[in-house]
């Protein structure tokens, strides 16, 4: 019940195409959902995160849509470019029994946009 | 500017030979927390901190001790490692633990147990 599964676990896009990343999740006290973005040789950093009090939230060419009653969140990369080439990590948490904040990260998305 | 620094970033070991790997975070944060990422297994917890002398387990604990003596610093340590702890492992900060936000990582050490 603690699982977020991701998918697609790779993604191949022409320059100026639209990305799309989809993750699902059972435990419907997760409140927090957060997309990371990692390059090659670099740590994740925080992309856009969205809370389950809004369906949408969009920043730029990143998009997040959400589906509370379904459990499913995505990210959309519109006009999708090079640059953009990375892993995508989806994550959903909640604070825990132990008083903290705890993330399970889905098993993320290699993107590569080809230009 | 902002950091969460590790060292090293890169190490091959033997078996046995107990090694550390430290984390620095320079934001004041309360929270920190190390990870490992393996291939189709995404970004698993190990251990956390909520503040100084304050640690827990994660999800995959076992083989691994942390301590954390001063709030900057977390390290994370491999009493004897085994050719299963062979990894990428990440550092994270956060400003508080018990709010959903942001977290920090560290650029990875990527370890190779022999």
């Known amino acids: 019940q603690q699982q977020v599964k991701q998918s697609p676990q790779s993604l191949i896009v022409q320059k100026g195409g639209i990305s799309i990343i989809n993750c699902a999740y059972e435990?419907?006290?997760?409140?927090?959902f957060p997309w990371y973005q990692q390059f090659p040789g670099k740590g994740p950093a925080l992309l856009i995160a969205?809370?389950?009090?809004?369906s949408e939230k969009k920043e730029g060419r990143f998009t997040i849509s959400f589906n509370k009653s379904a459990k499913q969140f995505s990210l959309h990369i519109m006009d999708s470019q090079p640059g953009d080439s990375a892993t995508y990590f989806c994550?959903?948490?909640?604070?825990?029994?132990?008083?903290?904040?705890?993330?399970?990260f889905g098993t993320g998305t290699r993107l590569k946009v080809l230009a | 500017e902002a950091q969460v620094t590790q060292n090293p970033r890169y190490l091959i070991t033997v078996t046995g030979k107990k090694l550390t790997v430290t984390c620095s975070q320079n934001m004041n944060h309360e929270y920190m927390s190390w990870y490992r990422q393996d291939p189709g297994l995404g970004l698993r917890q190990i251990y956390y901190?909520?503040?100084?002398?304050?640690?827990d387990k994660g999800d995959v604990p076992e083989g691994y001790k942390v301590s954390r003596k001063e709030k900057r610093n977390f390290p994370l340590i491999l009493e004897s490692p085994s050719p299963n702890q062979t990894s990428l492992y990440f550092c994270?900060?956060?400003?508080?633990?018990?709010?959903?936000?942001?977290?920090?990582f560290g650029e990875g050490s990527r370890l190779t147990v022999l």
């Open positions: 901190s909520m503040n100084v002398e304050v640690t």
């Open positions: 969205i809370r389950p009090d809004v």
């Open positions: 994270a900060s956060s400003f508080e633990a018990r709010v959903g936000g942001e977290l920090f």
């Open positions: 994550a959903a948490s909640k604070l825990w029994v132990s008083g903290t904040y705890k993330y399970i």
């Open positions: 435990n419907t006290a997760f409140d927090y």
